[in-house]
Each structure stands twice: as structure tokens, then as C-alpha cells.
């Protein structure tokens, strides 16, 4: 049999260390050279065969079992005669994956290798470059054994849960499980179930219960359309979250026991095969378990209340977070409290560091941006799954320490849900803020939006540059609407004109996208000009400001130039506004509509309000049309927001579906397959 390659499949993991000569004795084991004298170390730990040719002897003796098995039942069935159905029934192992599901830690153990460290090489875009072992033989034993200890706090799931981890049906309603399997099986008991569990004694009773599992699943599948449907409104799964599948476990030989089983799919595609790769229930973090319990449960409630289906039970109140105020308290004192003894406190003997999993943005808002690590979720390309890269912000601002002040200072001011976005919209002022959330949850083309974590930060065109090296560095999919700040030649602002030699005072347009100065050269922009695309971050941004429009005045058709959002409403919505009751704008931009005698006279007028009205009060009052689809936004809004959503469209679906190989472990199966064969 030919021996494996299992090097690109292998998991692994690089630990560098800074060790001063004072403390070689403790790193014996890991010095590369005798002539190493003190500076970076390197380990790789790798998860690898104990035994790879014993590991390939067993799977190729199981796998021919189940071969003789299924011919065995494939014998018997023909005695049924020429009309009855092929035998087809699913035995362990499928293959060497449903191999090592059962057996993966009997035949894997961790091995450590020395690294070169004058080989290490510093990411790429995030991207890891490990070395090549080039044949390095393993250390015997741990290294790190007694030089490194870690203990880990997980976070806390609720009562009801033993000391193993389980929790009964019993417990589990009583408590208010936030376990989402276990809701899930008690929603189908109250409100799908119609079929009895069955048995299994031979292989014919086998094939029955696949087909069986295979009805049951289609009915699983239809019964929580509606409800998962529901929850995808409330922004889960998101665009760089794998999508729920919910499958039966039925499991004979462990005496049937019957649950629903939660798992987070993943699809992939190689061009002719579609393939589902599946994670644990348990892989998916405690944020988004309980935000999806939460949802879930008060659904269950609705329907249990509404006596949809069987449902007869009732459901508690859902569970909360620790508040802000604790979150940041946490953060603040938790390291304080690590260091809390006579032996430690400043000094350097034995060092201590914490490391928080968190998606929370309260404590992120409480660290610095220098000790913060970013996990950026990663599309597939041909031969990968989705994967996640991990940036340290420490540098995410080059080597200018005033954009850095600013923008840690701006984020501590307003928030830091930046780094937990699916996408940013940036925006230009309050008027913005109240008006572009509500285009967006009023007219069904952007529902996509609605249905996505977006982070909305209000900050100005002459300051929406300085983010530029964060949500360059983070892959952050973003949004600037923002406004032209036409002036003229003394630098004084004015109204936009063509032929004057205008310019934008916006240092966003001027330095950032589509960096460009000269007034007639930003308004003959086509929208392409106005999307810069990161080709190796893999990602994009869009800039949306006031263009040109037609519009028909009085019977007359004539190019409008606006220059703020007020007015761009007006020119998207003048039939609107030219009969819309109100006070304050809404009723000087009715008179200047009603008074001008043309487009260039109506663009003077609106110029003039502007200038003396209340614009948040503008926007309040427009909230309260009575058809809110009336209202229509502004082109260059309705443009950048439909490509925002395309945008968030295209990265689910690379996300989800990307093209890979066949097989997760591709060179081992494929052989291991051939001899099993």
C-alpha cells in the first residue's frame, strides 16, 4: 500500500517565545544551535498519526467489512426478486473522515518540532507563512511542560447542567435550556411529531431506518422552514456565518436514541459535486447560541400560546448578558486581579498573560487598540474551505501616531461594533443617521441590509479618511456616503457649478476614493470610478456623493446639482414635496417649488433655507410621512446602498459555496480510498 502524505492536511500550530539569557535553562529543549544565545524561540505543535502505517492498516480493514457487509445484503435483497429496490444502506466508515469522527483520538497524538528562527516570515495580509520543516525529527515529550500553564474560564451556559454537560429534557424545560438542540427536539415533540421511533435488528431493518431518517429529515426540513425563515430577519445567520442544518441522529447500536441534531453547514462546491461540511453544535460561539436561543424560544412561546401544531407547554423568559457596566469592570480588573500577589504584581520572574474571547463590543471598547488580535473570516479559493486569519491592530495605523490618537479616541467615544460588523456605512451628519437606516428598513430593495450587522458611524468626509488604515488592515466591507463640499476658487464653500474651476474640500474624495479634486472631474465620475476593490484583502469599499440628476421642473428638463442630502431629496421627490403638509423645511421647500420659475431659480431658493433650517428636524419630520415607501432616497444613496448589498449577497456566497476539493483530507483519502476499494 502507498504511504500517505498527511503534511497539508495536518493542524498545526507555531509558538514563538522572547527568552533573555538569563532564563536559557528553562528552553534547553527548543535551542536550535549551540550558538543560540537569547531572542525569538519557535515550536511548532503539530496533530498528527501516532502510527500512520497502523492508522492505514485499520481503516483499509474496516472499510473492507463494510464492503463484504453490504455485498453480504446486496446478495440477500436479490433473493426478494427482479422489483425489489437496490440494496443501498450507509455502514461505518463511509470513508476515512467518518473513520477518524470515531477514532481520531485513539490514532492521533501532538509532536513538537524545533523552528528555524531566522525563517520566520511575517504574514501576508493576514495570511500565516509557516516554514517548512524540511524533515525535522520531533522533540521527545513536551517542551512546554512546567513552562507554560494555561487554565480557561469558559462562559457560563446556565443552570441546569451537570457535571458532565448533559441536561435531560426535564431539566432542560425547567431551567429554560439555552442548549439549542435541546429546544429544537422539545419544538418538534410540541408541534411536528407525528411519527413513532422504530427498531432496528439486522441490515434490512438498517436500510429501513435510513429510509426512514431520510422521510424524517424532509420533515424536519419543512416543519422549521418557517420559524429559521423568521430568525434570518433578526440578522442570523449572518454573511460570514455558516447557515443551520438540522438532520436526525438515529443511532441503532447506541439504542435509538432519537434527537434532532444541530449542526452548522457549511457548503462547498469542486465544479460538479455539491458537498455540506458540518460543525458541532458546540463550535459555534456562546453569543450567537444565545442570540439564536433567545429568538427561538420566544418564537416556541408565540407558538405554544397561538397552540400551533401539538404545542401544549409554555416557554420561560429569556436569559441575558452581564450588563455593560459589569463587561467593562471585567475587562478592566480581571488582569489586576491575575497579578494580585506579593510574587508577581510588576515584577518579572513568572509572567502572566490573559487572553478574553469576546464578541462583545463593551470590552473591546475597554482594551487598547495595541493589545487587541481581529479574526477576519476568509473565503475559500480551489483547494480551501472558508478559514479565518487573525490580525493584531497593534499596527493597524502604519507609523502615523495622530490618526492612530484619533481614531482609538473617536471609537472610545462612539463605540468599537466596528470590529464585529458584517459591513460599515459611514455617514456624513444627523440628518444622515435618522434618514439612511430608515431607506433601508422601509424599501424592499435593501432588505438585505436590514437583515445584516451593520455598524453606522456618523463622522464627516473630512475625517472618514483617517479610518482608511483600520478598515484596510480589518477587510472591512465599507460604505462612505458622504458630501461633495463643493468651493470655489478662494476656498470659500458654494454651490456646485460646472466650468468654474471648482473643487471638493472633502479629504475623503480628495486622498481616499476616487481621489480626485476638481468639482467637474467628481461629478463626471461614473459609479465604477467610485468602488476601490482590495484584490488581495479581498474586499471593497464604495464612495457615494451627490451627482448629477435629471429633472423634469415645469415642464422643462434640466440637469440638478445638489450639494447636501436636504436638497437631493427634494430633486429625488419633487412631485412629493411640491404637496406635503408641514412646518419648519418640509413648508419653505413646498413655497420655493410652488415660486421658482425653473430649476436654476429652485436651486437658489432651496440654497437659501438651507441655510437657516433645522436639517435633524427636517429629518424627524419626514419619519412621519404616512407611506414611508413614498419617500424615495436620493440616486447616489439608493446606488451605494445596492451595492453594499450585493456586496454582503457575494461574500455569503463566498462563504458558502466556494470551490474546492472534493474532500477535506485530499491526498490521504484518495489513496487510502484506492486501496479500500
Known amino acids: 500500500m502507498p504511504d500517505p502524505d498527511w503534511g497539508a492536511v495536518l493542524p498545526s500550530v507555531d509558538i514563538w517565545l522572547d527568552v533573555p539569557e538569563t532564563e536559557l535553562h528553562y528552553v534547553q529543549p527548543l535551542l536550535p544551535t549551540l550558538e543560540w544565545v537569547a531572542g525569538r524561540l519557535g515550536v511548532r505543535v503539530r496533530y498528527e498519526p501516532s502510527d500512520a502505517k497502523q492508522l492505514q492498516m485499520d481503516y483499509v480493514s474496516a472499510r473492507g467489512e463494510v464492503l463484504s457487509l453490504q455485498k453480504a445484503g446486496a446478495a440477500l435483497a436479490g433473493e426478494e426478486g427482479a422489483g425489489a429496490p437496490a440494496f443501498e444502506v450507509k455502514l461505518w466508515p463511509e470513508n476515512l473522515v467518518d473513520f477518524l469522527q470515531r477514532r481520531l483520538t485513539s490514532y492521533f497524538t501532538h509532536r513538537y518540532y524545533v523552528l528555524d528562527p531566522e525563517a520566520i516570515a511575517d504574514p501576508v495580509h493576514g495570511v500565516a507563512q509557516p516554514q517548512q520543516l524540511d524533515g525535522n525529527e520531533p522533540i521527545e515529550g513536551d517542551p512546554f511542560k512546567g513552562l507554560i500553564r494555561i487554565d480557561e474560564i469558559s462562559a457560563q451556559r446556565g443552570f441546569g447542567y451537570g457535571d458532565d454537560g448533559f441536561e435531560d429534557d426535564k431539566a432542560a424545560t425547567a431551567s429554560g435550556s439555552r442548549k439549542l438542540s435541546t429546544q429544537l427536539r422539545q419544538y418538534y415533540a410540541h408541534h411536528l411529531d407525528p411519527y413513532e421511533k422504530p427498531d432496528a435488528k439486522d441490515l434490512h431493518a438498517l436500510r429501513a431506518i435510513e429510509q426512514a431518517q431520510q422521510a424524517f429529515d424532509s420533515r424536519l426540513t419543512d416543519g422549521f422552514e418557517s420559524p429559521l425563515k423568521e430568525m434570518h430577519t433578526l440578522g442570523y445567520p449572518g454573511v460570514t456565518d455558516p ?40 463550535s459555534n460561539g456562546l453569543g450567537y447560541q444565545n442570540l439564536i436561543s433567545m429568538v427561538f424560544r420566544l418564537m416556541a412561546f408565540r407558538d405554544s400560546w397561538m397552540k400551533v401544531g401539538k404545542a401544549k407547554a409554555k416557554a420561560g423568559e429569556p436569559e441575558v448578558h452581564l450588563h455593560t457596566q459589569v463587561q467593562q469592570v471585567f475587562i478592566r480588573q480581571a488582569y489586576k486581579i491575575l497579578r494580585n500577589h506579593d510574587e508577581l504584581g510588576a515584577k518579572e520572574p513568572f509572567r502572566t498573560q490573559m487572553v478574553v474571547s469576546t464578541h462583545s463590543s463593551h470590552i473591546a471598547h475597554e482594551c487598547e487598540f495595541d493589545s487587541l488580535q481581529y479574526f477576519r473570516r476568509l473565503p475559500g479559493n480551489a483547494t480551501s474551505i472558508p478559514t479565518s486569519c487573525v490580525l493584531n491592530l497593534n499596527d493597524a495605523f502604519g507609523g502615523d501616531p495622530e490618526t492612530k490618537r484619533f481614531v482609538t479616541r473617536y471609537l472610545k467615544v462612539t463605540h468599537c461594533d466596528l470590529l464585529f460588523a458584517d459591513a460599515a456605512i459611514f455617514i456624513e451628519g444627523p440628518a444622515e443617521r435618522i434618514l439612511v437606516p430608515h431607506f433601508v428598513n422601509e424599501h424592499a430593495e435593501f432588505a438585505k441590509l436590514s437583515e445584516s450587522y451593520i455598524t453606522w458611524l456618523e463622522i464627516g468626509g473630512s475625517h472618514a479618511h483617517r479610518m482608511k488604515a483600520l478598515v484596510e488592515r480589518i477587510g472591512l466591507t465599507t460604505l462612505i456616503i458622504t458630501d461633495l463640499d463643493s468651493c470655489d476658487a478662494d476656498g470659500k464653500v458654494a454651490v456646485p457649478v460646472r466650468g468654474q474651476n471648482y473643487t471638493s474640500r472633502n479629504q475623503t474624495l480628495r486622498t481616499w476614493c476616487p481621489a480626485a479634486t476638481l468639482l467637474d472631474e467628481l461629478l463626471d465620475k461614473p459609479d465604477a470610478d467610485k468602488i476601490l476593490t482590495y484584490t488581495d484583502e479581498r474586499f471593497a469599499i464604495c464612495v457615494a456623493y451627490q451627482s448629477p440628476v435629471q429633472v423634469t421642473f415645469k415642464g422643462t428638463a434640466a440637469e440638478a446639482l445638489a450639494y447636501t442630502l436636504e436638497d437631493s431629496i427634494v430633486y429625488a421627490n419633487l412631485p412629493l414635496f411640491a404637496g406635503l403638509d408641514g412646518t419648519g423645511l418640509i413648508a419653505k421647500f413646498r413655497t420655493a417649488i410652488t415660486d421658482s420659475a425653473d430649476s436654476a431659480a429652485l436651486a437658489v431658493a432651496l440654497k437659501e433655507h438651507l441655510k437657516e433650517g433645522n436639517k435633524a428636524e427636517f429629518a424627524l419630520d419626514l419619519l412621519e410621512i404616512e407611506n414611508p415607501i413614498a419617500l424615495a432616497p436620493p440616486p447616489y444613496i439608493r446606488v451605494g446602498l445596492l451595492w453594499l448589498a450585493e456586496q454582503l449577497e457575494h461574500k455569503q456566497l463566498e462563504l458558502g459555496i466556494v470551490k474546492v476539493i472534493e474532500n477535506p483530507l485530499p491526498a490521504v483519502v484518495s489513496e487510502l480510498a484506492g486501496v479500500a476499494a
Open 243 to 282: 447557515r443551520l442544518n438540522i438532520s436526525t441522529r438515529l443511532r441503532p447500536v447506541e439504542g435509538l436514541n432519537h434527537e434532532a441534531a444541530v449542526r452548522f453547514e457549511i457548503a462547498v462546491h469542486d465544479g460538479e459535486k455539491h458537498v455540506n461540511l458540518h460543525l458541532p453544535e458546540e
